[in-house]
């Protein structure tokens, strides 16, 4: 049977990962490792030296395993490829509450569990969402489904793995799914002083930069326009990588 990891970085008791784990409950066995408590903006930020307690949670879903983590995503990705779940065929992060684009990419505790599954020699996708309003869209659902089944059954190119973003839909029809770069942004990083020796770091949002070409399909401008962004990430610098026969067939498998 095809094992199936799912992780996060909003914690175990996110809709999101629950949604996720929903969607692709009948390709396999399904487990959820991931942080017991929010997480965000740690990329792939792994604890050295410490140990780090493992518990197991209740399932919300038959047959579906969940276990939290004191640490980070991508501590909880190797606990559960090294402990917890050995050996998966595919590990799943997300339904992130909020869009992983652009710059965000490298910061992202979402994208960052993919990113170490994949150092790992796992084939990983990363989802994301503008909000949680959408999340429980059977069409969404159906089209998660739709592409976890189509990478599970054939190669995706070694050191890559996929970035994909959902539009607030609500209880529409999705929109296409296409296939996208990603766009190039400013990342305003801003500080908050609460006392006189105590701030807070704020990101603000991706600020686009101008492109010389408007018709250039960028993650931003796709789900700006209620369409759903796939972008192929090469593993070692998160740059695009190009691969025709990979995103034809996951994009047909997605659009149908």
Not at 129 to 134: D, K, M, R
Not at 184 to 200: A, C
């Amino acid at each position: 049977m095809m094992k199936i990891l799912i992780t996060n970085d909003d914690g175990v008791e996110s809709e999101g990962i629950w949604a996720l784990a929903r969607s692709v409950v009948n390709l396999g066995k399904v487990t959820i490792v991931a942080p017991k408590y929010n997480k965000s903006g740690t990329s792939g930020s792994i604890t050295f030296l410490k140990s780090l307690e493992v518990e197991k949670q209740k399932n919300r879903i038959k047959g579906v395993e969940c276990f939290s983590v004191e640490g980070t995503p991508a501590d909880s990705v190797i606990i559960g490829l090294k402990e917890i779940c050995k050996n998966p065929t595919i590990v799943l992060s997300g339904i992130n509450n909020g869009y992983n684009l652009s710059r965000n990419i490298m910061i992202s505790g979402t994208i960052g569990a993919a990113m170490i599954a994949n150092t790992q020699g796992k084939k990983s996708i990363a989802f994301s969402s503008e909000s949680f309003e959408s999340i429980h869209n059977h069409h969404l659902e159906m089209m998660i489904n739709r592409i976890v089944k189509e990478c599970i059954s054939e190669n995706i190119p070694n050191e890559t793995f996929l970035n994909i973003n959902f539009p607030n839909v609500k209880d529409e029809k999705i929109g296409h799914a296409i296939e996208t770069t990603p766009e190039n942004s400013n990342l305003s990083i801003t500080t908050d002083q609460v006392s006189k020796n105590e701030y807070k770091i704020l990101l603000s949002q991706l600020q686009s930069q101008k492109s010389n070409n408007s018709k250039d399909k960028t993650d931003m401008k796709t789900v700006k326009n209620g369409l759903v962004s796939i972008t192929l990430l090469n593993g070692n610098n998160f740059s695009q990588h190009k691969s025709k026969n990979t995103m034809k067939r996951i994009l047909k498998a997605a659009n149908i």
